[in-house]
């Protein structure tokens, strides 16, 4: 496995997401600075390079609505 510049917000949004839902999630590996969140395939959240990461509680409240 290679390194992974942004794995512990990554790690941190997945766990955040895992304790509100219930539901396992799964870290797919990329690169060119992108991160997105996805149910059943529809795009909740997307982060490209120089934009965020959801900060604490957006991402468990995407799967709120």
Do not use: C, N, Y
Not at 29 to 50: C, T
Not at 53 to 61: H, L, N, V
């Amino acid at each position: 496995l290679r390194a992974v510049k942004h794995r512990p917000e990554a790690d941190r949004v997945s766990v955040e997401i895992k304790e509100s839902t219930g539901r396992e999630v799964k870290l797919i590996g990329g690169s060119g600075g992108i991160f997105e969140i996805r149910e059943d395939g529809k795009l909740l959240w997307k982060k490209e390079r120089g934009g965020a990461f959801p900060a604490d509680g957006e991402a468990a409240a995407l799967f709120a609505k």
